[in-house]
């Protein structure tokens, strides 16, 4: 079982990012699968995370308007498509995954049981 995530970079604020979380040893179409990032010093803090179904999703207050979380089963990839980025965006970003999880449980970080190895994201103008 792996978590693969990819698609982070050095960008200015304002502009965009497109992160990858691809699959691979069992399916996403049964798995909950979240987005936390991570600063040096700090603990792991929930970005986003979409459901099984793929129509439930949550967002934190710090992105939501801003980051889309999507869900494609036929690639077994999980996107998070971050626009208007701002300098507090900055972060290792991980991907996760938890089998069903109900929504009242997507943000927390330690009933998710596989974890991907972080993309870096630095906004800097």
């Known amino acids: 079982v792996q978590l693969q995530a990819c698609g982070g970079g050095l960008v200015q604020p304002g502009g965009s990012l497109r992160l990858s979380c691809a699959a691979s040893?069992?399916?996403?179409?049964?798995?909950?699968i979240g987005w936390f990032r991570q600063v040096p010093g700090k603990g792991r803090d929930r970005v986003s995370c979409?459901?099984?179904?793929?129509?439930?999703?949550y967002y934190a207050d710090s992105v939501k308007g801003r980051f889309t979380i999507s869900k494609d089963n036929a690639k077994n990839t999980v996107y998070l498509q971050m626009n208007n980025l701002k300098l507090e965006d900055t972060a290792a970003y991980y991907c996760?995954?938890?089998?069903?999880?109900?929504?009242?449980?997507?943000?927390?970080?330690?009933?998710?049981?596989?974890w991907g190895q972080g993309t870096q994201v630095t906004v800097r103008g």
């Open positions: 996760a995954a938890a089998y069903r999880l109900i929504y009242s449980n997507f943000g927390v970080p330690s009933l998710y049981s596989y």
């Open positions: 040893g069992f399916t996403m179409d049964y798995y909950s």
């Open positions: 979409i459901g099984s179904s793929e129509f439930s999703t």
